[in-house]
């Protein structure tokens, strides 16, 4: 695992196997940006004019590296480009995500290095958290199944400059948190064969009795006895039975209670309306609103947030089997609603409703679920950007305001009341599947509505597309997991931790 501290030192002296400086574009051709002063210095003022000559142009995470030969300790400089200058001169902050995503590309360029040193701008604590937290994700790689040694490792440490009142404690944030989106990614990444519901749970118990959580978990023969009928039914086709984990954190002095629930599908075959296999391969990553839901718990324990925070992880394979829920079966969930599964590859929504009932039971000022839900997600807003649902508009603006000062894509989306009908049964209370595909995505979250009780705040987060990475990686985001939604719930629930930001936590 890569460490990060900090140093106020200057860039020229620091002994690192690479310095990493930031650089703009102008009009003029590319300038370094501060922190990058010394590099320039240190080689006779050249810096830009050795860039120009390597055709590099400051756009944001452009990666050209320079040798050093012998004008300071490192050997080699890394340039990243942050883009355009902040408009209002030096005194201006930077957009934190594009420092983040620049730390992280420029990390990952170095793969293989054993140290590396960030120069970039970080003359406030939050830019300096950015470029700790950017370039700690950026040094992610998932190495656990490679035999032979011919893999280049992350960079292993990390020093950020920065000299700026409370640096300290934000790089302590930033390292936490990449702590926890790091065991989000492994857990996405982990294969469905080493990752079944109660292996999910045995790490859940091990990892967050560590972090100071309380755990407890449901097999199956307490979901059945208890009534999760939800859960029962997506997990009843698999050799490996589902598990619902609780895990719990209070504060002595807090005020707030927060609750998430998380859709752990830690492989979905669709079951019996199985999926054809271009849409399988990448099912693994059906638990990623679960780890994310775990992640940010070990998170919110680690930093001690005043706040009580509760996580559900709806856990179980869908698979198909003699055992297996059949289309047209009636469930009897949590709630006490009867559901007719018509598709048993609708099976997130099943499991999400078991788990906010649950939820509801202890009393939170409110409810988000995260979850994998459809692919419709991806077809609206592609794959880096989440849909947010709520029976509250105020809360749904605020976690699309939250997630996206986290640089995590997210964006509103309605619950359109005419989508209701389409969930009509013959047969039960409601079904699990509306007739037609248009609009899938709102109707599973009109679906998911029906099982919050009234008067209860709830919030859900589709994230299909943003949990896993099928593509090249880029800033801090590697291939396949991504860990996303880890730092939004964490942010949600420091808003909640009454030490005056309260009044403001909607
Ligand atoms: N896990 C899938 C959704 C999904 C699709 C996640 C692509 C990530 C990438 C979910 O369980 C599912 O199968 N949804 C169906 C719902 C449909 C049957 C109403 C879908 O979106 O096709
Ligand atoms: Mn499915
Ligand atoms: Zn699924």
Excluded at 273 to 301: E, H, N, Q
Excluded at 331 to 349: F, I, Q
Excluded at 352 to 364: C, K, N, T, V, Y
């Amino acid at each position: 695992m890569t460490t990060v501290r900090i140093n106020a030192s200057d860039a020229v002296s620091i002994e690192t196997s690479a310095l990493i400086i930031g650089v703009h574009t102008t009009p003029e051709g590319p300038r370094p940006a501060p922190g990058g002063e010394g590099l320039d210095q240190a080689l006779d003022g050249r810096l830009a004019e050795i860039l120009t000559t390597m055709g590099f142009t400051g756009k944001a995470q452009e990666i050209v590296k320079i040798p050093t030969f012998g004008a300071l300790p490192a050997p080699v400089a890394v340039a990243v480009g942050l883009g355009d200058a902040p408009q209002d001169g030096p005194g201006d902050n930077y957009d934190l995500e594009n420092l983040r995503r620049a730390a992280g590309a420029a990390v990952r360029s170095l793969a293989g290095t054993a140290s590396a040193t960030l120069a970039l701008p970080a003359r406030t604590a939050a830019e300096a958290e950015a470029v700790a937290l950017g370039g700690l994700l950026g040094a992610y790689d998932f190495t656990r199944y490679r035999t032979g040694g011919d893999r280049r490792q992350p960079v292993g440490e990390l020093t950020v400059l920065s000299g700026a009142a409370g640096a300290e404690e934000a790089v302590a944030h930033a390292a936490t948190l990449a702590d926890s989106v790091t065991l989000v990614r492994d857990l996405v990444n982990t294969p469905p064969s080493d990752l079944w519901p109660a292996r999910f749970a045995e790490i859940a118990q091990e990892t967050g009795l560590e972090a100071g959580l309380s755990v407890e978990v449901l097999d199956e023969v307490r979901l059945k006895e208890d009534g999760y009928g939800g859960i029962v039914g997506v997990g009843q086709g698999s050799v490996n039975p589902p598990r619902l984990v609780r895990v719990a954190y209070t504060h002595p002095e807090a005020t707030r209670k927060v609750a998430f629930v998380g859709k752990g599908i830690t492989f979905d075959s669709g079951g019996l309306s199985l999926k054809p296999s271009a849409s399988m391969d990448w099912m693994k990553s059906d638990m990623g609103g679960a780890g994310a839901v775990f992640g940010a718990l070990v998170a919110i324990a680690r930093l001690g947030l005043r706040v009580n925070a509760v996580g559900y992880l709806c856990l179980a394979e869908n698979m198909p089997s003699g055992s297996a829920q059949r289309p047209s079966d009636v469930l009897h969930t949590y709630s006490g609603k009867t559901v007719e599964v018509l598709d048993t590859d609708a099976e997130g929504r099943l499991v999400l409703i078991d788990g906010i009932a649950r939820a509801a039971e202890d009393e939170p000022d409110v409810i988000i679920d995260v979850a994998t839900l459809t692919g419709a997600q991806i077809v609206a807003l592609g794959w880096r950007t989440a849909g947010v649902m709520a029976n509250d508009d105020a809360l749904r603006e605020e976690i699309v305001r939250i997630a996206g000062e986290q640089g995590e894509g997210a964006w509103g989306m309605p619950l359109p009341a005419e989508l209701r009908k389409g969930l009509d049964s013959a047969v039960a209370d409601i079904a699990n599947l509306q007739p037609e595909r248009w609009g899938s995505m709102l109707a599973a979250g009109i679906f998911l509505r029906e099982f919050v009780p009234a008067g209860v705040r709830w919030a859900h987060v589709d994230m299909a597309g943003p949990a896993f990475n099928k593509g090249e990686p880029h800033g801090y985001t590697p291939k396949g997991g991504t860990g996303a939604l880890t730092r939004t719930l964490v942010a949600v629930a420091e808003r909640y931790t009454g030490n005056g930001t309260s009044a403001q936590a909607v």
